[in-house]
């Protein structure tokens, strides 16, 4: 059985600035999406549960040879990896196009697995995408996965309660960030990552239809914020401040 | 736009999705109802033309097929366009629907508006950082909008219920079990005070003085997500942030919390913020009215005090 993880590239979140309510991006380093390590922490559970490879999958530009290492160092046994520049912050539609047909391209995939957004844009959309793609069944915001034979069992978190669900296999699975706590690779587990397999195609490669974007961004700004910013030295000041704004003593 | 489809499995959030579908001059406005007559009959209530699909093969954890279902109602209303609730079920349809349909989608949207022959979205980026403007350039659209955004429909005319036959596929899903979540009746959305807390909080045992405090303000207790998921000390129902929910109130006090942007963008609406936090240099100051840098269980304690 082998498990695809499906991980995308992002800048570090918590490394960006804002000027003039622009984000400044430059110098920011890469990362894997952080519920993508969630997705990536169930898979390497269930391979050594089951048996069988865990391989990440991620389209992007030519940095993620050097990005995936993290992946390949928390567990994941090699990766297959689709690079272009136009894939780069691409269009969810674009993105789906490319991973189903990598997707196609590797052995015997049992489960796909997403995190239930990206990192940066939380959109969502591509696991549901690639599924529809493929014809396969889904389950979104999964809390828990078990593997029956050809089958899975898998919790979908909603709302107003937990809904269990068999799927026949394979299937496409996103999971909730909140499904395990991702491991912190070891130095050692991260000087080996370098040595695991990897495929890297070029997208003309991939022979893949690729469409054109479909979803146009007007703008991408800080919203504006203007704050007091009182500093109030004891209790008593935050309550006088409070009983002006009209907050206490109603 | 030619016409506008409207779908969620959800009766009030359908409702809402009536009131916004109706801001957006669409030539025409139906909804795809999928085996629930009293949704049918609440959505015609409004004035809209109601397509009602009755099919007990047809599964709502079957998201391929509801897919399938809402494709082909679309197709016979004449709907380029869908707008679906952004709620978890809305969501994990968006991307497949928008597949099935060929159209370009965006999820999690919290305004919408007209400019020309564009929608304008509204949705979060880089991770909450930001707030991108955005619009579908394609002939069909699946657009998912955040509940609570519109208000729900009133009542208003009779639209025409018809019963629609679609064609799906028996697929391999099958709903073992349905566990209700033992939901705690709160609404911090609602409320006009919030007393939030973070990771800061020493104990579950030191809640009921936050709660005290809470309640002399006359408001609810809310947190930040490990509060909940991690420590599990207060429910789900209270977490703020990208995940959680995103509340106005008039005043939060802000508790042993850092400012990740995964949080702020749940409370930055809010019309004055206080940020209590032991450290001088938390980036939570950054966004705050009053900052008070002290420890969070002394402030509590002591405003219990004062505010007798
Ligand atoms: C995709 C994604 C979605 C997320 N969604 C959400 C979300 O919806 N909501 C959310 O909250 N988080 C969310 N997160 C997590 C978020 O990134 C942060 O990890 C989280 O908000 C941190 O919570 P915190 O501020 O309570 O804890 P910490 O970051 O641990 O901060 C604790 C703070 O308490 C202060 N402190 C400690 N002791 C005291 C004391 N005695 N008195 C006063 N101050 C004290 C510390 O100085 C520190 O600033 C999400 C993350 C991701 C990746």
New interface residues.
């Given amino acids: 059985m082998n498990i695809v993880v499906a991980m995308k590239q992002i ?1 570090d ?2 490394q ?1 600035r ?1 000027r003039n309510r622009q ?1 400044i991006l430059d110098d920011v380093p890469l990362t894997l999406g952080n519920i993508d390590k969630n997705a990536l922490e169930a898979g390497v559970n269930l391979r050594d549960e089951h048996g069988g490879k865990v391989i990440v999958l991620s389209a992007g530009n030519e940095n993620i040879e050097d990005t995936v290492k993290e992946a390949l160092a928390a567990g994941a046994d090699e990766a297959f990896l689709v690079i272009d520049d136009s894939l780069d912050g691409a ?3 674009l993105i ?1 196009d490319v991973l189903a047909a990598s997707i196609q391209q590797i052995e015997e995939p049992s489960l796909i697995l997403f995190g239930e957004g990206s ?11 690639v ?3 493929l ?7 999964a809390s828990n996965i078990e593997i029956k034979g050809n ?1 899975a ?1 898998v919790t ?13 296999l394979p ?1 496409v699975v ?1 999971v909730l ?2 499904i395990n706590e991702p491991r912190i690779p070891s130095v050692t587990q991260i000087l080996k990552a370098g040595k695991k397999p990897k495929e890297v195609l070029e997208l003309d490669e991939l022979k893949v239809e690729a469409g054109k ?11 504006e ?1 203007e ?13 006088q ?2 009983t002006t ?1 009209g ?2 003593g ?1 | 736009m030619a016409g506008l489809l409207i779908f969620s499995e959800n009766n009030g959030l359908a409702l809402e999705l009536v009131t916004a579908a109706k801001s957006l001059n669409a030539a025409a406005v139906s909804a795809c109802v999928i085996n629930n007559d009293e949704q049918a009959q609440a959505l015609a209530s409004t004035g809209i033309q109601v397509y009602a699909v009755k099919n007990n093969d047809l599964l709502m ?4 097929a509801i ?1 399938t279902a809402v494709t082909q109602v679309a197709d016979k209303a004449g709907a380029d366009t869908v707008l679906l609730a952004s ?3 809305g ?6 629907l ?3 349909m060929n ?6 949207v919290a305004a919408l508006s007209i400019e020309g022959d564009k929608i ?1 979205c509204q ?5 909450g ?10 002939a069909n659209k699946v657009i998912a909008i955040r509940p609570r955004i519109f208000e729900a429909a009133a009542e208003g005319g009779t639209g025409a219920v018809d019963e629609i036959a679609v064609d799906v596929k028996k ?11 033992a ?1 705690e009746d709160v609404d911090i959305e609602a409320a006009e ?1 919030l007393v939030v807390v973070g990771q800061g909080l020493n104990s579950q045992d030191d809640l009921p003085a936050v709660e005290e405090l809470a309640k002399k ?2 408001g609810e207790v809310a947190c930040s997500k490990p509060v909940a ?1 991690d420590k599990k000390w207060l429910s789900e129902e209270r977490i703020i942030g ?2 959680g929910k995103k509340c106005k109130p ?2 939060a006090i802000l508790m042993g919390i850092s400012g ?2 995964q949080f702020t963008v749940g409370i ?1 609406d809010a019309k ?3 940020a209590v936090n032991s450290d001088e240099n938390a980036t939570i ?10 420890d969070l269980h ?2 509590v304690a ?2 219990n005090q ?2 007798g």
């Fill in positions: 800048p979140l918590q960006i804002i984000p269009e969810s539609s789906a990192g940066d844009n939380y959109s969502g959309q591509v696991g549901s995408r599924a529809e793609i014809n396969l069944s889904q389950v979104s915001f089958q069992v979908r978190s909603l709302e107003d309660g937990e809904e269990i669900v068999q799927i026949d299937a996103a960030a909140d974007a479909m979803v146009i961004t007007a703008s991408n700004l800080a919203p914020t704050r007091k910013k009182v500093v109030v030295k004891s209790v008593d000041e935050l309550i401040a409070l704004e907050y206490v109603r | 954890a079957d998201v391929g897919a709620n978890r079920r969501k994990e349809l968006a991307g497949r928008a597949q099935a159209a370009g989608c965006l999820t999690d304008l949705r979060n980026a880089l991770g950082a930001t707030v991108a403007t955005q619009c579908i350039d394609a697929s391999g899903v099958t709903v073992l079990e349905f566990k209700p979540r939901g005070v303000l006359g998921t990208l995940s008039q005043l990740q942007v930055r004055t913020i206080v100051n950054q966004m705050a009215d009053y900052i008070i840098t002290a002394d402030v002591q405003m004062k505010l």
